[in-house]
């Protein structure tokens, strides 16, 4: 198991990962980034279980096509880059990012405002056959939805 701290954005991980379970995690991030809302079959496993589901998502994998959609039609110059992966056994993947954005749509029930946000997020997600099978996901949503809402940065 090697750690490794870094700064690369999503799209340079999945360039440059040393292993598949790291290309996949870091391609779940640039699908985000990219708003490939399609990209999501090659990533999730079809009964992926998303242990922090959207209320209204009828699947794992309903809910991250929709999380998806949201965060691209939404947000404009999206970017995550990666603050730390780690490796681990039995597939396993941590990630901890930053996402760096512009609010230009209507996301999360607010409209356009035309306010950057900046949060941090991580995910631990079990790598099987090269898809995504299970998911546990943390954003900081209350911290973007003030960055959204009124354009300040909270401390």
């Not at 993947?93 to 991580?122: C, E, K, Y």
């Amino acid at each position: 198991m090697t750690a490794i701290s870094t700064a690369n954005t999503a799209s340079e991980m999945v360039r440059s990962a040393t292993s598949t379970a790291l290309r996949v995690a870091a391609r779940e991030l640039e699908l985000y980034d990219t708003g490939d809302v399609a990209g999501a079959d090659e990533v999730f496993a079809p009964d992926l279980i998303d242990h922090n589901p959207a209320a209204d998502a009828a699947s794992g994998i309903d809910g991250m096509r929709a999380l998806i959609a949201a965060t691209r039609d939404g947000f404009t110059d999206r970017q995550h880059r990666i603050l730390f992966q780690e490796e681990l056994p039995g597939g396993w993947v941590v990630l901890h990012w930053r996402m760096t954005t512009t609010h230009t749509g209507d996301a999360f029930g607010f409209p356009a405002s035309g306010n950057p946000a900046d949060i941090n997020g991580q995910d631990i997600m079990r790598i099987v056959d090269g898809k995504i099978t299970e998911i546990y996901h943390v954003e900081e949503m209350l911290k973007l939805t003030q960055q959204i809402s009124t354009g300040t940065q909270p401390g």
